[in-house]
């Protein structure tokens, strides 16, 4: 499994949990709130023929009221936190590590932050 088709299968278990356009790696020119942008980075955790990923979901609404992305957040919580999805290539787990609201200097931009550790195990055959 390469780290792009780790980002796929990421970003189609997103679309799947939630009614909020998904967007990987940054926000799109345009403002289309609300909406979830995800990033994956590495982790500094090395095990023995697994690598660990830092999966970091930040979800934007551009209003007062931050009820519409919190309830998108805990749907993407409980469809994700926990979560392990096996393909041919490897697998992967999540769990949950972080969520906060994270202020903006924009009045009536709001955002939500969560970061999931993601355990993946690649196949043997696949590492060579």
């Known amino acids: 499994m390469s780290f ?15 009614t909020l356009d998904v967007y990987n790696s ?18 500094s955790n090395p095990v023995r023929l697994r690598d ?13 009221n931050s009820i519409t992305i919190i309830q998108q957040a805990e749907l993407i919580k409980a469809g ?7 393909e041919s290539e490897g697998f992967y787990q999540s769990h949950i590590i972080f969520s906060a609201r994270i202020p903006d200097e924009k009045p ?10 993601l355990k993946v195990r690649w196949r043997l055959w696949q590492r060579v």
Request: proline fraction near 3%; aromatic fraction near 20%; hydrophobic fraction near 35%.
């Open 4 to 18: 792009e088709k780790l980002e796929q299968y990421i970003g189609a278990r997103l679309d799947e949990l939630t």
């Open 26 to 43: 940054k926000l799109p020119i345009v403002d289309e709130y609300p909406c979830l942008c995800f990033l994956l980075g590495s982790s």
């Open 52 to 64: 660990d990923y830092i999966l970091t979901l930040d979800y934007w609404a551009n209003s007062e």
């Open 80 to 86: 994700f936190n926990y979560y392990y999805q096996s």
């Open 108 to 117: 009536n931009v709001r955002r939500f932050q969560q970061r999931y550790l």
